[in-house]
């Protein structure tokens, strides 16, 4: 999609490690996410630590499944963390 509104993509594939992904954010003014299977909370915890590792301060997009299983949960099901993305 964004492509087709004429902004230059950079893909970094399937399942790129977040250190890929920071690693390729010098060419570009900032980086967009599709998660999927809750794991976008810490995807872009970790994605953010190597950015700044790396002096990289831009914005993080992120969008799909946006949920995850809390550690001290009773049952399996993902809950909503879209707020502490923010």
């Known amino acids: 999609m964004l492509a087709n509104l004429g902004v230059d993509v ?3 594939a399937v399942s790129a490690a977040p250190e ?8 570009t003014d900032f980086v ?3 998660s999927y299977c ?3 909370l810490d995807y872009v915890r970790d994605l953010r630590l190597q950015m700044v590792q790396l ?7 992120i969008g799909g499944k946006l949920n995850r299983i809390p ?8 809950v909503d ?5 923010r």
Not at 20 to 27: E, F, L, N, P, S
Not at 71 to 78: G, I, K, N, V
């Open 20 to 27: 890929d992904v920071a690693k390729r954010a010098w060419a």
């Open 10 to 12: 950079i893909d970094a």
């Open 32 to 34: 967009a996410v599709s």
């Open 38 to 40: 809750g794991v976008g």
């Open 55 to 61: 002096g990289i301060v831009m914005p993080i997009f």
């Open 71 to 78: 550690e001290d949960s009773q049952t399996s099901l993902p």
């Open 81 to 85: 963390v879209s707020g502490s993305l």
